[in-house]
C-alpha cells in the first residue's frame, strides 16, 4: 500500500479510530525496524500511514527510537508529507499547558543519536541544510487551520532538544531559557533532520504541556498525560484538515533538498 502523508504520532495520540479502511503493514528498511507496524487508512479522501513514535505501548525511550528506519519506512510507503505531534515544556511565561506551538526552529542538545542516512557504509557525506528545518509551505496550511479553529497557539518557537528519557535540571531550563529557547522536548531531532535528507515535508505540532521545571514544581509524567488528554482532539482535527486542505503539489523545494548537499 501506499500513502501520501505521514503521521508520526507522539505521547497520547495512538489512535487507529482516526483512519478508515485500516490496514497493517510490516516495513523492513536497511536500518532496521520502525518503531511499530505501521496503520494506513483513509482521512478526507486521503491515504494516511500512521506510525507511534514511541511504539503503540510507549514502550522505546527518546534515544532509542529507530528515527533512520522510521523516516525511510514512510518513504518506501510514498509519504511526502509528515505531521509530526509532540508534547513539549514551555520555557516562557506566555506559552501556557494547553496550547500548541508550531516550532519552527530548533537547538540540539541530543548527543547519542545518528542524524544522517549517508554514514560510513555509504561512503559519502551529506550535509544538508536545516536552516529552516520546517516546511513553510505545511506550516503555513496548519497555521491558518488552527486560526479557523480559534486555538489558543503561537505560529512560531524554537524547540531544545534534549536527550532525555529524564526531564530537565532547574540549572538547564534556565539556561535554556537565556538561550531563547521557548520550548523543550526529546524527540524533534533528528526526525526532522532525516525527512529534511529523505526530501519528505515535515511539520510539528506542539502541545505544551507544562512549564518544565524553571517556573514551579518538577514536571511529572502525569501532568503530561492530562494535558495531552484534553487536548487531543484539537490536534486530531489539526491533522484531518490539513489533509483535507493540502493540495497535491506543493513549491517549497523540501523534494529537492539533497541537490548541492554532496561534494
Known sequence: MQAEFGVIGG???????????????????????????????????KSVAFLPRHGKKHTIRPTDINV???????KKLGVKRILAPSTVGSLREDYHPGEI???????????????????????????????????PELRKIIINIAKDMKLKMHETGTYVCIEGPRFSSKAESKM??????????MTLVPECVLARE????YASISTVTDYDVWKEHAVSVDEILTTMKNNVENVKRIIAETVARTPIELSCGCNSALKGAFV
Open 101 to 135: 506551538v508550531f516550532v519552527d526552529q530548533f537547538i540540539d542538545r541530543t548527543t547519542r543519536r545518528e542524524q544522517s542516512f549517508y554514514t560510513a557504509a555509504e561512503a559519502k557525506v551529506c550535509h544538508i541544510s536545516v536552516a529552516e528545518p520546517m516546511c
Open 11 to 45: 505521547t497520547g495520540l495512538y489512535d487507529p479510530n482516526l483512519l478508515k479502511n485500516i490496514q497493517e503493514v510490516t516495513v523492513d528498511t536497511p536500518y532496521g525496524k520502525p518503531s511499530d507496524s505501521i496503520t494506513i487508512g483513509e482521512l478526507n479522501g
Open 176 to 185: 535554556y531559557r537565556q538561550w531563547c529557547a521557548d520550548v523543550v522536548g
Open 198 to 201: 529523505a526530501e519528505i515535508c
Open 68 to 74: 533512520r528506519a522510521n523516516i525511510c519506512a514512510l
